[in-house]
């Protein structure tokens, strides 16, 4: 026969077990809602009229390097495209934002800048990353044929 107080024992362990998975669950949970998030408000600046001017300027200007596009046209389209892009990527790489979203939302703008500056993104560790799995990504998909 089973006593009470080992019945107690087993319900205890039971509800100590069923709250440490729920408190899993839930910290996964809030893990993914904060990557989404993060990514989201990236996502309002790229969208944002001063950031679209500045790619649209840096996009349809004719340069042969990034010394060059400097001479011409000034650095600032290019620091700002560059210090976003370093961001996305450092918080890719530091797993705080979701490679899919990330994709989804910035490879082929970042594939449209690597093509225009070509070995200049080596020197930007941040935007290197985020080109890398950017290119990582999109192989994925079409190897899944997607």
Not at 16 to 27: D, E, R
Not at 55 to 74: P, T
Not at 99 to 109: I, Q, Y
């Amino acid at each position: 026969m089973v006593d009470i107080q080992t019945v107690s024992i087993a319900v205890a362990s039971a509800s100590v077990t069923l709250a440490a998975v729920y408190y899993i669950f839930q910290i996964r949970h809030q893990t993914r809602i904060r990557q989404t998030d993060l990514v989201i408000r990236l996502y309002s600046v790229a969208s944002s009229k001063e950031f679209l001017e500045a790619w649209e300027r840096f996009r349809d200007r004719e340069f042969s390097n990034i010394g060059d596009y400097k001479k011409k046209y000034g650095a600032l389209e290019v620091n700002q495209l560059f210090g976003f892009f370093d961001e996305v990527g450092i918080l890719l790489r530091r797993k705080l934002i979701d490679v899919d979203l990330a994709f989804d939302l910035f490879g082929d703008v970042v594939k449209n800048v690597k093509e225009k500056v070509g070995e200049y993104s080596k020197d930007r560790p941040g935007f290197a990353y985020l080109h890398n799995e950017m290119q990582k990504r999109e192989q994925q998909l079409q190897q899944r044929g997607a």
